[in-house]
């Protein structure tokens, strides 16, 4: 599995942006993807997930009502949209996927195998 990101940059307080994560297969039907972020000095942090093609997603509680995660099958992609950013979103982030993941631990990095490169989101 292949995870390539992109859409990061850098955006206003208030502003918006929308990640892309393109897979290598087709793997968001029976895999768990997510969202990370790594602010320099700090872990890696779950932002959002979502299992097996949507079935169910999950956010962190600080980007709850800001951030949506989704899916397109068609285009092997993943999607991050971020509204209403504060400049402590800003960071690293990565995509990330698993076949298995333990019920619970949905925003764990650990649970993950497959990262991407990362793109880097500054919001001041």
């Known amino acids: 599995v292949q995870l390539v990101e992109s859409g990061g940059g850098s955006v206003q307080a208030g502003g918006s942006l929308r990640l892309s994560c393109a897979a290598s297969?087709?793997?968001?039907?029976?895999?768990?993807v997510g969202w990370f972020r790594q602010a320099p000095g700090k872990e890696r942090q779950g932002v959002a997930s979502?299992?097996?093609?949507?079935?169910?997603?999950y956010y962190a509680d600080s980007v709850t009502g800001r951030f949506a995660i989704s899916l397109d099958s068609a285009k092997n992609t993943m999607y991050l949209q971020m509204n209403s950013l504060k400049p402590e979103d800003t960071a690293m982030y990565y995509c990330a996927a698993d076949s298995v993941v333990l019920p619970g631990r949905e925003l764990e990095a650990s649970e993950y195998s497959y990262w991407g490169q990362g793109t880097q989101v500054t919001v001041s």
């Open positions: 297969g087709y793997i968001f039907s029976s895999y768990c």
């Open positions: 979502i299992y097996r093609g949507g079935s169910s997603t």
